[in-house]
Structure formats: C-alpha cells, structure tokens
C-alpha cells in the first residue's frame, strides 16, 4: 500500500532540484538526507508534508527533539510571545526573565534529590557541547582526569576544538559492557548478564592492575539510544549508583535522547530511582530548538568562571519553546501516556517477530522502540540472549561464586565483549542485516511513514514518535511498518528460494 498522492509535474520538479542541489553541493557527511530523500516545507504533530505534496508519518522527530510533535500550538504561541515582547533574542549567559522561567520550570521536573541541590550550566546548543561540559565539571571537581563510558554508547561528535585552542582534552575513556539481553557479551542475558557486567565494572575499578586509574566521573544512557534501543536493567542502575558513590566518582546520566518523558518517566533515572550527581540534557529541553545544559549537584561547583564558556547560551525562543515543552508534558502527565502507548505497542510489534524470521528482537521503553533486523538464514552467533535461565557454563541461575567470571576470562584488559563459545544448543542471535533493515526503512518511506536506523550494525530499525501521538495514528504507523516488513520478508523468501534452487 505504497502511499500514492497526486502531484503537479511543477511541485515534484522544485521537489527533485531541490534534492539534486543538496546532493552537489552539501557535505559527503551528510547522514539523514541520505536515507530520507524528502524536502518538508510543512509539518504539524507527527505529520510532515514534503514539496512533492506526499505526506510523512514523522517517527523520526528530529532524532528524539518533538516531544510534542511538529509545531506544538503551545510552542508556537511561546515563541511568538518573546518576538512580539521585543525581548533581545540572543544574550550570551546574561539573566533574563525567559531564563529564569525555563529553570524555575526545568528545576520542577527534576529527580528528588537533585531538585533541591541543583545548578544548572548553560551550554552550546548541543548534546554534545553539554557532555564536554560535563566532562569538565567532573575533572574540575574531582581532581582526576579518566571517564568510564559504555559499549554501545553515544554522547556526541566532538572532538579536537579544545585540543586545536590549547585546552586540556586528554579524556581517558575506560569502556565498560552495557548489559543487554539480545547480545550479551557474556553470552548469558538476562539478570546474570547484568551482574557480569557490574561486577566487571567493580573489579575494573578495584583491581590496581587494571589498567583503569580512579576516574573523574562515569557516563551513561539510561536507555541507549544510537546504540540500538537498550533499556538498562532497572537494578544495573542502581549497582552503577552503588559502585560509583562508594568510590567518590561522579556519575553522569546523559538524558539528551530519554529525557522529557519520552521512556515513561519524566527523566529515565526515574525508572530505578538512582539520583545522578549529573544529567547531560538537551533535544527536548528546546521544545523545537536548539538548547543544551548540564544540571549537577551544587557541591560540584567548583570549576572557575569562564571553565565552560560558548556564544550561543543564551537562546531565548529555545528557552521559551523549551518550557512551553516541559510544563505541557508535566501537566498532560504525557510521561505516563508514553509508557502505557509504548508498552501496546511493544506487545504488538512482538507479533511481527513471531511472523517474520528477520525480526530478531523488539525492545524498549516506551516512545522509544527498537527492531532489530537479522539475517535468518545466516549462522546464529554465540551467545546472546537466553533468558537468564542457563548460560554458556551450563550452570543455569546458579548464584556465581564472589570472582567468578563466566567470559571474558582473560582478566579486565581483555576485551569483555568478546562472544563466548557456548554449545551448539545454545547459538545465539542471528547475524544483524544492516541492508535488510535499510531496505525496511526504503519500505516505509514508500508507504509514508519515517523511521530512523541506529544500533551497533544500523540493523535496528527505530521508533521515537511524539508524546502527543494518538492511539489512531499508533495504529497507522505500526500497519505501515508491519507492511514494510512484510515486503522485504517477502523479496527475501525469493531470493532465498532462488538461490536454493540454483544449488
Ligand atoms: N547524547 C545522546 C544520548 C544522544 O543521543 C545524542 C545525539 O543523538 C547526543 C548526546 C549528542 O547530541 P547532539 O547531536 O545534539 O550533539
């Protein structure tokens, strides 16, 4: 049911020049207009129109930025409000009265615990920008210098501007495994993969042989989002929490994607009930527009002035967009419509993996939902995911003895995401199929809806709808994807079968 729209030859040739254009003449780093070959000229809610007159089911949002979907009348009528106000609309990091709303209101939203101990740091515009600040904060604070970070993690693209301005940007970065069912590095899933995976965070930090000095802070996303929608365990949390405060490290909770409701919760901390001495946030917090922060526990105000410094902080629509955005969720309690949305469709996309092989897994928290596209015919590989009940040792749910290490078992300078061999019965996941799932996002463009792809091979094809979608237009997206899948399903069969027939 590709979607089939009647357009004049003059808007669809403006459509295609456009596109033409942006290919000759924009970046070969250019990454969404790639897969998304659309040129949107309206948008409202989650839906976009393009200027060949087709339009979008908008499950992209802006990578995770519409909370509210496109154009919220509550965003609008801010931002309107501060132009008619003749309020200057760029005032570097002075006080203003928009400012002062958008912290008041940000302030509300916070975990209990940090709500009453804050500060906030005003940054450059991007996620990014927030977590070298925060990286900065913790060394500041601390005295050291290192970061613990996660596989599978994404915190932003910068690299190399302090280094080129002569600043201190020699972060040691220490990678940890982030426990996840579908591909635990450990081979186990489940409760246990989580618990190797904490305790291999301990003995990385206690054991003075491993390479790893005592950091300056460790960071993590709640719910990893580029790195193919993994929840983390709810108790991992609180182990990370645990293991972090005993040891005086700073612990950074980078809400950048998850923040603003979009799992469940206002803040995706809120799941475990772990206070972070940190949050990284940006997206959301700028209802539309560009604005990043840091907020920290008042103790760590220790850098001097000027430590992080930046032109643009001081974007008043973006404040002014950002809390329209925030009140809207808090008092449409549109967090909680996220995690009774998301759970519906989580159950229902879980029948697409009992229809189709390439289906591999269906995870998430709510609006933020992940398929992950496998190639069914390819060699299941070790390890993965189990269900917690037995593991690569044949040693079931027995409780492991203090040390034991189940895999890697070559001490923590070996590489903790290295699969284990278990027995045949045991062959986890299939392959990820970067260029199936590609072909599932094609599918649904044709049909009208827009996904994004992400996760370690770009083989999880991604769900981060507005907060505001109705159940109808759930309903829609989730056809439109099933009908995707369906197509591709169907062209693999032959392939497969033709290539059966000719062997
Ligand atoms: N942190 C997380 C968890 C993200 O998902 C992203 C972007 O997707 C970033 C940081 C970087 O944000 P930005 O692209 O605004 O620099």
């Given at each position: 049911?590709?979607?089939?729209?009647?357009?004049?030859?003059?808007?669809?040739?403006?459509?295609?020049?456009?596109?033409?254009?942006?290919?000759?003449?924009?970046?070969?780093?250019?990454?969404?207009?790639?897969?998304?070959?659309?040129?949107?000229?309206?948008?409202?809610?989650?839906?976009?129109?393009?200027?060949?007159?087709?339009?979008?089911?908008?499950?992209?949002?802006?990578?995770?930025?519409?909370?509210?979907?496109?154009?919220?009348?509550?965003?609008?009528?801010?931002?309107?409000?501060?132009?008619?106000?003749?309020?200057?609309?760029?005032?570097?990091?002075?006080?203003?009265?928009?400012?002062?709303?958008?912290?008041?209101?940000?302030?509300?939203?916070?975990?209990?615990?940090?709500?009453?101990?804050?500060?906030?740091?005003?940054?450059?515009?991007?996620?990014?920008?927030?977590?070298?600040?925060?990286?900065?904060?913790?060394?500041?604070?601390?005295?050291?210098?290192?970061?613990?970070?996660?596989?599978?993690?994404?915190?932003?693209?910068?690299?190399?501007?302090?280094?080129?301005?002569?600043?201190?940007?020699?972060?040691?970065?220490?990678?940890?495994?982030?426990?996840?069912?579908?591909?635990?590095?450990?081979?186990?899933?489940?409760?246990?993969?989580?618990?190797?995976?904490?305790?291999?965070?301990?003995?990385?930090?206690?054991?003075?042989?491993?390479?790893?000095?005592?950091?300056?802070?460790?960071?993590?996303?709640?719910?990893?989002?580029?790195?193919?929608?993994?929840?983390?365990?709810?108790?991992?949390?609180?182990?990370?929490?645990?293991?972090?405060?005993?040891?005086?490290?700073?612990?950074?909770?980078?809400?950048?994607?998850?923040?603003?409701?979009?799992?469940?919760?206002?803040?995706?901390?809120?799941?475990?009930?772990?206070?972070?001495?940190?949050?990284?946030?940006?997206?959301?917090?700028?209802?539309?527009?560009?604005?990043?922060?840091?907020?920290?526990?008042?103790?760590?105000?220790?850098?001097?002035?000027?430590?992080?410094?930046?032109?643009?902080?001081?974007?008043?629509?973006?404040?002014?967009?950002?809390?329209?955005?925030?009140?809207?969720?808090?008092?449409?309690?549109?967090?909680?419509?996220?995690?009774?949305?998301?759970?519906?469709?989580?159950?229902?996309?879980?029948?697409?993996?009992?229809?189709?092989?390439?289906?591999?897994?269906?995870?998430?928290?709510?609006?933020?939902?992940?398929?992950?596209?496998?190639?069914?015919?390819?060699?299941?590989?070790?390890?993965?995911?189990?269900?917690?009940?037995?593991?690569?040792?044949?040693?079931?749910?027995?409780?492991?003895?203090?040390?034991?290490?189940?895999?890697?078992?070559?001490?923590?300078?070996?590489?903790?995401?290295?699969?284990?061999?278990?027995?045949?019965?045991?062959?986890?996941?299939?392959p990820a199929a970067p260029e199936l799932a590609a072909a599932v996002q094609r599918e649904c463009l044709r049909r009208g809806l827009i996904?994004?792809?992400?996760?370690?091979?770009?083989?999880?094809?991604?769900?981060?709808?507005?907060?505001?979608?109705?159940?109808?237009?759930?309903?829609?997206?989730?056809?439109?994807?099933?009908?995707?899948?369906?197509?591709?399903?169907?062209?693999?069969?032959?392939?497969?079968?033709?290539?059966?027939?000719?062997?």
């Amino acid at each position: 049911m590709a979607v089939t729209e009647s357009v004049s030859g003059g808007a669809r040739g403006a459509h295609e020049g456009i596109l033409r254009r942006q290919s000759a003449r924009e970046s070969a780093a250019r990454t969404y207009a790639r897969a998304l070959p659309i040129v949107p000229v309206r948008a409202r809610g989650l839906t976009i129109e393009g200027a060949d007159g087709r339009r979008y089911l908008d499950c992209l949002s802006g990578a995770g930025t519409l909370a509210l979907g496109h154009n919220h009348p509550v965003v609008l009528e801010a931002i309107r409000k501060v132009l008619d106000s003749g309020a200057p609309l760029s005032v570097l990091d002075l006080a203003t009265p928009v400012k002062d709303a958008f912290i008041t209101e940000l302030f509300r939203t916070l975990p209990p615990g940090l709500a009453d101990r804050a500060r906030v740091q005003f940054c450059g515009p991007a996620g990014t920008d927030a977590v070298e600040a925060a990286f900065k904060l913790v060394r500041a604070a601390t005295g050291r210098s290192g970061i613990l970070a996660f596989t599978g993690a994404y915190h932003g693209m910068t690299t190399g501007a302090l280094a080129a301005s002569g600043g201190a940007c020699d972060v040691r970065v220490a990678r940890l495994p982030y426990p996840q069912d579908y591909r635990c590095p450990f081979g186990v899933g489940g409760p246990r993969g989580a618990e190797l995976a904490a305790r291999w965070t301990e003995s990385v930090l206690d054991d003075p042989k491993s390479g790893v000095p005592l950091p300056a802070g460790m960071i993590l996303e709640p719910v990893q989002g580029e790195g193919g929608v993994i929840p983390a365990p709810d108790d991992w949390m609180r182990r990370m929490r645990q293991i972090t405060a005993t040891r005086s490290v700073p612990l950074i909770a980078d809400e950048v994607q998850t923040g603003v409701g979009r799992t469940g919760t206002f803040w995706a901390v809120e799941h475990s009930g772990v206070t972070p001495d940190a949050m990284v946030l940006s997206k959301a917090i700028g209802g539309s527009l560009p604005l990043a922060v840091v907020v920290y526990r008042d103790d760590l105000d220790v850098w001097e002035p000027g430590a992080h410094a930046g032109t643009f902080r001081g974007n008043q629509l973006a404040m002014a967009a950002g809390t329209a955005t925030l009140a809207h969720v808090r008092e449409n309690s549109l967090a909680e419509r996220a995690a009774e949305l998301g759970s519906r469709m989580l159950s229902q996309l879980c029948s697409l993996k009992e229809e189709f092989p390439c289906v591999g897994d269906v995870r998430g928290r709510g609006l933020m939902i992940g398929v992950e596209v496998v190639d069914p015919e390819g060699e299941g590989q070790a390890g993965g995911q189990t269900g917690g009940e037995t593991d690569a040792a044949g040693q079931g749910d027995a409780p492991l003895v203090p040390g034991q290490v189940l895999a890697p078992a070559d001490g923590p300078a070996g590489d903790p995401t290295a699969p284990v061999a278990g027995p045949r019965s045991l062959r986890g996941p299939h392959p990820a199929a970067p260029e199936l799932a590609a072909a599932v996002q094609r599918e649904c463009l044709r049909r009208g809806l827009i996904v994004e792809l992400g996760g370690r091979h770009s083989s999880v094809v991604r769900l981060l709808p507005p907060l505001t979608i109705s159940d109808e237009q759930a309903a829609a997206v989730l056809d439109r994807l099933a009908d995707a899948v369906e197509a591709v399903s169907r062209g693999l069969s032959r392939r497969n079968g033709a290539v059966r027939s000719r062997t």
